[in-house]
């Protein structure tokens, strides 16, 4: 009897109080504060360095309410379109400024940018009415992340192990005990008390995304095929202004905050046409007018020449330089950016599913309706990640052994590039589909191609257990559950655009020679 199937504990059995699955801010927030309150941890993770989880990544900020919770919950619900739950924004604004004061502050000692006297520089950025955003350059994300891992990594009830992927969940009778892992050829069995899933975002989705790489939407589909319920999966949001050639990167919101302009190819600026605030309108409006400009007019800048930028935004400067690109204007265009929605839980973080918690970009908080408000998610995943770390402890539940999946490697060769080319049909599917814009009928094709593409991965992933097999399977499920709450969802509203102008209805994207 091999140990993904032992009915009793015996000394090949790997047992923690609480796994924790991904290493961004929510990830270690939760896997910290299940640790303060004495469980003994192990946090797995796909990333084999700090910029393979999306927190690296983030660049405007986190944002505080300066002791006004409630300015920020206006806005963040207003950058919802009224869609947000006030009760999460309530959850989120009252424990803001004690978990970044407790945490980040105190305990990391991240040292945020100051003004000449000393106080903190805090930046504004759209739909924010107030300067209440805390940065380190326009390259936050980094400057959280990385001490967060060594703080975690160096806690002795916290074990990190890294580039090693979950790939489902241990689950009996709705309660989940656990995940398996890659360590091992046909699935590794970690049991927990309680499993935190804090697994990102779904970026790898799309052709163009400010996520990593490997955003697939892993806990999201573990947790969808386990019974979890998901919700608000339709509001992908789009960052507007993303480096617009190859390679793209972000250009943050807070070069907006403090002045850049968007001019389109005619060198007009043009959001005021669009929206009263602007450059600082939401970011749905902003992404959607931005796209449109590209369209009629070749092309859209981001205009920084109100700013000192290469002396306040070093990080973003040099990424330009490595691009070529010289002067004032960098042409940008909208990037996948952010899943507003994601497993469904409540105010401490917990799932449908028994002993099963998610956090940071991959749950659905309600916080943030339809759009999110720039720089709340490092503050979501972070507050989030607290609450859910503690209530996995106090809930007192123990590591359980049941019989694990019987994962199959027996037949271990894929076709050649097989996983990449079925990515790459599955990006172009999202990309014509399902992007800044919606029209029904074109979500309706989308569901057919992507059921059809999932159904050629199930005929493999059911003999093989390769990790790009199951990220491919996991992003296929995601963007299941994208086109099904797409075609639901017949209102526009937030980053959920729908269209229908009678035009002819399009073909399936080109599909790669394997099709």
């Known amino acids: 009897m091999t140990d993904t199937q032992l009915p009793t504990q015996d000394a090949t059995t790997e047992t923690a109080d609480v796994l924790v699955v991904g290493s961004g801010i929510a990830g270690c927030a939760a896997a910290l504060a299940a640790a303060q309150e004495g469980a003994e ?179 999201i589909a573990m947790a969808a095929l386990a019974g979890a319920e998901v919700e608000d999966m339709e509001y992908v949001q789009f960052h507007p202004t993303a480096y617009a050639g190859e390679n793209p990167f972000l250009l943050s919101e807070a070069l907006r905050g403090e002045g850049a302009v968007l001019r389109n190819g005619h060198d007009e600026r043009f959001m005021g046409d669009y929206h009263p605030d602007a450059e600082l309108a939401p970011r749905d409006v902003v992404a959607r007018a931005v796209e449109t400009e590209r369209e009629e007019t070749g092309e859209v800048v981001l205009d920084v020449s109100p700013l000192d930028f290469e002396a306040e935004y070093p990080a973003i400067a040099e990424k330009c330089h490595d691009r070529g690109i010289e002067g004032d204007e960098i042409p940008v265009a909208p990037c996948e950016h952010f899943l507003c929605g994601g497993i469904a839980v409540d105010e401490n973080g917990r799932t449908s599913l028994d002993r099963l918690y998610a956090v940071g970009e991959c749950a659905r908080t309600g916080v943030h309706g339809a759009n999110r408000l720039a720089s709340t998610s490092l503050l979501e995943g972070l507050v989030w990640g607290l609450r859910a770390g503690e209530d996995a402890v106090d809930s007192g539940a123990e590591p359980e052994i049941v019989e694990a999946p019987d994962l199959r490697n027996s037949d271990p060769d894929l076709p050649e590039r097989f996983a990449a080319e079925k990515s790459v049909r599955l990006k172009r599917t999202m990309d014509e589909y399902l992007g800044l814009e919606r029209d029904p009928e074109e979500i309706a094709r989308a569901s057919a191609v992507l059921r059809r593409l999932k159904g050629e991965v199930d005929a493999y992933i059911r003999t093989r257990t390769a990790r790009d097999l199951y990220e491919l399977r996991n992003a296929c499920v995601v963007a299941l559950l994208i086109a099904r709450a797409a075609g639901e969802n017949d209102e526009s509203v937030g980053c959920h655009y729908v269209v229908s102008d009678g035009d002819e209805a399009m073909a399936e994207p080109e599909s790669p020679a394997d099709d």
């Not at 947000?84 to 970044?100: G, M, N, S, T, Y």
């Not at 241990?170 to 656990?178: A, C, K, L, M, P």
């Not at 069995?189 to 309680?194: E, K, S």
Request: hydrophobic content about 35%; aromatic content about 4%.
């Open 41 to 219: 941890v192990l946090l797995v993770t796909k990333a084999a360095k700090p910029d393979g989880a999306s927190t690296d990544w983030a660049q405007g900020g986190i944002s505080t309410t300066r002791g006004d919770p409630e300015s920020l919950k206006a806005d963040v619900l207003a950058a919802s379109d009224e869609t947000a739950d006030p009760d999460a924004i309530d959850v989120l604004v009252e424990h803001a400024d004690d978990a970044v004061e407790d945490v980040l502050l105190e305990t990391l000692g991240i040292e945020f940018d100051e003004t000449g006297d000393g106080e903190f520089d805090y930046t504004r950025e759209a739909a924010h009415s107030d300067h209440r955003i805390l940065h380190v350059d326009a390259a936050t994300g980094t400057h959280i992340l990385r001490p967060f891992l060594n703080h975690i990594d160096a806690h002795d009830r916290i074990e990190v192990r890294q580039d090693t992927a979950a790939l489902d969940l241990i689950t009996h009778e709705g309660r989940v005990h656990g995940a398996l892992t890659d360590e091992v050829s046909d699935g590794h069995p970690v049991f927990a008390g309680t499993t935190v899933l804090a697994t990102g975002g779904i970026g790898a989705l799309y052709t163009r995304s400010t996520n990593p790489d490997d955003a697939t939407g892993d806990g």
